[in-house]
């Protein structure tokens, strides 16, 4: 009975055992004990039993020399005890070794069942993976906004690949960056950084096929510029009124960074008119402001109203490298009369150009420069000026009496330091124009004079900046 009592114990922490790999150790070492204990227990049942059976072997004789002496009466009783005693003796020993067999099955099994889970390595372990509930494909409410799926599927198909070589017979990839599908004829708007330095454009649509794409038009003062290909059928985008963008509302960006093609982050409109320079060209623009990630390959995509309006042109020369999280899209609503000019004429009407390379002439940068070049430093009168590397030959500029290494201090009365000065000083004029400019020259004995200019400025078809 003892040993049952301790089989149903046994039983019992089992029971308990589905619980931690900690609580198993800790379980697995009582076993550890109870085994002691057992095996104890089991050698002092089997020490009993053998001295039951010496102390009834005694017995026996003791029974058998009574009869010698006693007569068959006295046999009889005897014979009949005996038979009683030896079956007695036969089911305790029986008892014994069966409680000591099942015990050892047992505690083989629960032992086994311990290490499982004191391990964590459980047999036949399956992980059970379920279907999607059906009737949940429902990506577009009552009002026609999407979900982030229904995006996805709306219009990833009106975002093309597009790839660039340096050498028009290689087919080796130079660069890689993202367009925008505007017509079903093959019309697509992407970036001017995208295009620009390659030779040869390859764009791969949603569908999997390849086209060489031609340049349309460009312009690198706002970083936009329209390809076209030979296609028929394609998807064209739907475009919004990003005068409607609410800030905070949901938006996703949909491009192909590293040439991961279709990829797409979502996030909100972080902030409105944010007039924000290109790192290349200083230019100004009005831009959407948007915490969805933009990274170099997603240049030329799309930023997308829950609607599946493109509402924005992505451009990584708008992001900011030094805050994660900042990222800029041109306004559709500033971008549409560009596309449309570069689509019907090839260029930006409005564009003037002066015809001149400078620097900004900076004490703190551009002196080393002018000291290598002049043997002393720049005149403190003339920081802060434009000092002329270049003048084309194509521009009216050139029939003046500026020359290289000469400054310029300012235009129409406007003082002129860099980009951003000069611009302001002839917004709003056109091609055939003329503007006056105030000029300075260094002698080599570092003295300063001054002179006027007058120049007309150039209309300028080129697309550069």
């Known amino acids: 009975m003892k040993v049952n009592d301790e089989m149903n114990e046994q039983n019992e922490n089992l029971n308990e055992l ?4 900690e609580n198993a150790r800790k379980i697995l070492e009582e076993k550890e004990s109870e085994e002691q204990i057992q095996t104890t227990e089991t050698t002092e049942i089997t020490e009993n039993t053998d001295n039951i059976t010496e102390r009834f072997s005694s017995i026996e004789d003791d029974i ?15 014979s009949r005890f005996v038979e009683v005693l030896l079956v007695v003796l036969a089911c305790i020993t029986t008892l014994s070794i069966t409680a000591a067999s099942v015990y050892c099955i047992v505690s083989d099994i629960s032992e086994s069942n311990i290490h499982q889970i004191a391990n964590g390595r459980p047999d036949n372990f399956i992980l059970n993976v379920s279907g999607k509930p059906h009737n949940v494909e429902n990506f577009v409410d009552e009002n026609g906004r999407y979900t982030v799926e229904g995006l996805a599927d709306v219009v990833r198909p009106q975002i093309v690949e597009i790839y660039t070589y340096t050498d028009k017979n290689s087919d080796v990839i130079t660069g890689s960056g993202s367009g925008i599908v505007i017509s079903d004829n093959g019309y697509i708007v992407t970036n001017t950084h995208v295009l620009d330095g390659m030779e040869k454009h390859i764009v791969k649509t949603h569908d999997g096929k390849t086209y060489e794409a031609q340049i349309t038009g460009r312009d690198a003062k706002t970083d936009i510029a329209v390809i076209k290909i030979e296609a028929v059928g394609l998807i064209p985008a739907q475009f919004g009124n990003s005068d409607e963008v609410i800030q905070g509302e949901s938006v996703v960006v949909v491009g192909n960074p590293a040439g991961l093609t279709g990829s797409i982050t979502d996030g909100i409109v972080s902030g409105l008119n944010r007039k924000i320079k290109t790192d290349t060209t200083g230019f100004e623009m009005n831009c959407i402001q948007t915490n969805a990630a933009i990274s170099p390959g997603n240049s030329g995509g799309a930023l997308v109203n829950m609607y599946g309006q493109v509402i924005g042109i992505t451009s990584s020369k708008y992001a900011t490298t030094t805050t994660e999280g900042l990222g800029f899209a041109i306004t559709i609503n500033e971008a549409k009369p560009i596309i449309e000019e570069l689509i019907s004429q090839g260029y930006v009407s409005g564009r003037v150009r002066i015809g001149i390379t400078f620097y900004t002439a900076y004490a703190d940068y551009m002196n080393v420069m002018f000291k290598e070049e002049f043997g002393f430093d720049i005149p403190k009168e003339l920081e ?35 980009y951003d000065t000069l611009e302001q000083a002839i917004r709003g004029k056109k091609g055939g124009d003329t503007v006056k400019a105030k000029c300075a020259r260094v002698s080599d004995d570092g003295k300063v004079s001054y002179f006027d200019i007058e120049f007309r400025l150039m209309t300028d078809t080129s697309g550069d900046y």
């Open 18 to 21: 589905l619980l931690t790999p």
């Open 64 to 78: 058998f020399r009574n009869i010698d002496s006693n007569g068959s009466a006295v046999k009889k009783k005897n």
């Open 384 to 418: 802060n000026t434009l000092w002329i590397d270049d003048i084309s030959k194509d521009c009216d500029i050139s029939n003046t009496e500026l020359k290289k290494n000469d400054f310029i201090v300012s235009v129409d009365g406007v003082k002129v330091s860099d």
